[in-house]
């Protein structure tokens, strides 16, 4: 929330949310591999809804980063590359 215009965004994202269809009921539309990495201490989407989420998804590997928030991409960045880079060979 600190980034330029990350306010502005995710308000854009949470008014874009309101109307749209549950999530859940699509997962199972999706057929490729899929990684899921979640922050442990995530305060937009809480952990305890992952499950929900890897159990939707027919091959789906989940990884939950400890010490992070909504954005291990940016607060964890070279364990989050080495975490994916695995994932895509």
């Known amino acids: 929330m600190r980034l330029p215009n990350a306010k502005m965004a995710f308000m854009s994202t949470l008014l874009g949310l309101k ?3 549950v999530i859940s009921q699509k997962l199972s539309s999706i057929n ?3 990684l899921i ?3 442990e201490n995530d305060p937009v989407i809480p ?3 992952a499950s929900s989420f890897v159990t939707g998804i027919n ?3 989940f990884i ?4 992070c928030g ?3 991409y940016v ?5 989050f590359y080495k975490l994916v880079y695995e994932f895509l060979k």
């Open 19 to 21: 109307d749209a269809e």
């Open 32 to 34: 490729l591999p899929t």
């Open 37 to 39: 990495v979640w922050g």
């Open 47 to 49: 952990i305890k809804y």
């Open 59 to 61: 091959d789906c590997r």
């Open 64 to 67: 939950k980063m400890l010490g």
């Open 70 to 72: 909504h954005t291990p």
């Open 75 to 79: 607060e964890m960045p070279d364990k």
